[in-house]
Nanobody
Framework: QVQLVESGGGLVQPGGSLRLSCAAS????????MGWYRQAPGKQRELVAALTSGTSTNYADSVKGRFTISRDNAKNTVYLQMNSLKPEDTAVYYC???????????????WGQGTLVTVSS
């Protein structure tokens, strides 16, 4: 069974940095795309950053220049380096993976359980 396990959330002061990690567990042949979404209280879930199995990236305008997504395909892990954090970055961050190929099936899309990032002084 494939699962996405996130880590790295927490409390940070404005201007600080955090690094989120998301590892896909289980026997996996390939993952087409991995990324991060976030959901703030009272708001809809939104894309933060995504990265395909190649090098194509997509960032929300609000995080461009501050956040960097990267991926270790050998470890089926995606990272989100978050710098210059602002209070408006406070949200639950969810890992997302699409087209996960395993020995028994193809998972079209999986989500992690979410990790809370709080930016506050």
């Amino acid at each position: 069974q494939v699962q996405l396990v996130e880590s790295g959330g927490g409390l940070v002061q404005p201007g600080g940095s955090l690094r989120l990690s998301c590892a896909a567990s289980g026997t996996i042949f390939s993952i087409n795309a991995m990324g991060w979404y976030r959901q703030a209280p009272g708001k809809q879930r939104e894309l933060v950053a995504a990265l395909t199995s190649g090098t194509s990236t997509n960032y929300a305008d609000s995080v461009k220049g501050r956040f960097t997504i990267s991926r270790d395909n050998a470890k089926n892990t995606v990272y989100l380096q978050m710098n210059s954090l602002k209070p408006e970055d406070t949200a639950v961050y969810y890992c997302n993976a699409r087209s996960i190929v395993t020995p028994t099936r193809v998972h079209l899309e999986l989500w992690g359980q979410g990790t809370l990032v709080t930016v506050s002084s």
